[in-house]
């Protein structure tokens, strides 16, 4: 699996749709596999949603998209790519055919062909649909002959028939370049883009950068505007990286507005070898949810969905023998150190808080893997304080980090035979508690 995709509440339940190949753990033959809940916590595997139709528009792949409420009927909207595509997509459409969303249509035209004229586009793709100004307006994510990067806006009110609308931002954006060009990530397309609005009337667009490979993720908080023609236009104030850590790509997002909150998934990749990955059988994951929130100064608000408490189990835990899936909670008012795994050659994987610095430090370092990116410690800022919080979530090789509410870290920390996972703490003033995350769901 990879990228997630139309994350959707329907008749009482989340709908989670992901790009998925059936057949082999490998990046191609894409189709949209699918997983529901009643609680964000226990999940049920259903069939493949849609799959792609020889000679069709999407019969090489059914990549990025949404899912959306066109009057009742739940229809995704999602890239299809055919044979010749060139990293130009058409914006297909497939309908639901039961409340239960287990059988879908294809619509046999795609609503777009490709980008609109004139307009020199290399990269154009994932389509994403929202509301603004009482009409429904969809983003794709774009990149351009010359290098820019930018979101294109199109009217959709009519999901059948397209308007481009402009553009919503690019790449020349005094904020929206400073923020895209994080070290080792300069990007000349951004794919996936997502936008939603806070309860406190902020706008969040969120893209990952694109430059031939995927790089990263970032954010931009600010304002959505219409222009003189009444289409939306994006105007950034802030922004940064959306997840600090190397293992987190292509983030799909749900504005739940009966529970007035949003959403967030993202795709974690594999960082081993691919002889491992194809000794294993299966490659990919996608992170927990997270609740999306901003903070006054513009920065992104960040936490597990509470939903995920209720994997714990019953009773919490100090120290000692780490199972494969738990829930740590770590509150420092001194420096402290907690150790998660510790390899035969006595090097640690840890985490270290420093309140009065307001910094939390991922030691990863002696957990080799196989994409060129290093593997030193990594450093997350919170506000300097009297106390410091820290939720870190493992499930197997899966383990994401939050600094407070201000910054999280995913990443892919693969256990060897010979590892000791143990909780240790160190420290004058801390307090930790660790819960054992129950089993999935076996249905």
Excluded at 111 to 123: I, K, Q, S
Excluded at 269 to 291: C, I, N, S
Excluded at 393 to 416: C, I, N, P, Q
Aim: proline share 10%.
């Amino acid at each position: 699996m990879n990228d997630p995709n139309g994350p959707f509440h329907w008749r009482g339940r989340y709908h989670l749709f992901y790009q998925y190949n059936p057949a082999a753990p490998a990046h191609t033959n894409i189709h949209w596999g699918h997983a529901s809940s009643p609680d964000l916590a226990h999940w049920d595997r259903h069939r493949v949603a849609l799959t792609p139709t020889p000679g069709g528009p999407d019969e090489a792949g059914c990549w990025s998209g949404c899912v959306v409420d066109d009057d009742g009927v739940p229809t995704a909207v999602y890239s299809g790519i055919d044979r010749n595509h060139a990293g130009l997509s058409s914006i297909c459409l497939a309908v639901a055919e039961d409340d239960g969303l287990m059988d879908w249509k294809p619509v046999p035209a795609p609503v777009l062909t490709g980008p609109p004229p004139g307009f020199d586009v290399t990269m154009f793709r994932d389509p994403f649909v929202f509301r603004f100004g009482g009409r429904r307006w969809a983003l794709v994510g774009a990149g351009h002959a010359d290098g820019t990067p930018s979101v294109l806006v199109y009217d959709c009110e009519d999901l059948y028939a397209w308007r481009f609308a402009g553009v919503l931002v690019d790449g020349r954006d005094p904020v929206a370049s400073r923020t895209a060009r994080l070290p080792g990530s300069a990007s000349t397309g951004w794919e996936c883009p997502q936008l939603w609005e806070t309860p406190g009337g902020d706008w969040v667009l969120a893209v990952a950068l694109w430059d031939g490979d995927p790089r990263a993720t970032v954010y931009l908080t600010g304002r959505l505007l219409a222009d003189a023609h009444g289409n939306p236009r994006f105007s950034p104030r802030a922004g940064g990286p959306l997840d600090h850590g190397r293992d987190f790509y292509a983030p799909s997002v749900l504005q739940h507005t009966e529970a007035d909150r949003a959403l967030l998934w993202g795709w974690s990749w594999e960082a081993r070898p691919q002889q491992d990955v194809d000794r294993a059988g299966w490659a990919g994951v996608l992170t927990a949810p997270r609740v999306m929130d901003v903070h006054e100064d513009g920065t992104l608000r960040v936490a597990p969905a509470p939903e995920l408490e209720l994997l714990r189990a019953s009773e919490p835990f100090g120290a000692g023998p780490l199972p494969d899936a738990y829930d740590l909670e770590i509150t420092a008012r001194s420096p402290a150190t907690v150790g998660l795994l510790r390899s035969a050659a006595g090097a640690e994987l840890t985490v270290g808080l420093d309140p009065a610095d307001g910094t939390v430090i991922l030691d990863r370092s002696d957990w080799p893997r196989s994409r060129p990116d290093g593997s030193g410690p990594l450093v997350l800022r919170t506000p300097p304080g009297a106390q410091l919080a820290v939720r870190v979530l493992v499930d197997g090789s899966l383990l994401e980090l939050f600094a407070g509410d201000r910054a999280m870290a995913t990443e892919r920390v693969y256990r060897r035979p010979d590892d000791v996972a143990e909780l240790v703490v160190s420290g004058e003033d801390v307090q930790v508690r660790c819960w054992e995350q129950g089993p999935p769901n076996p249905a």
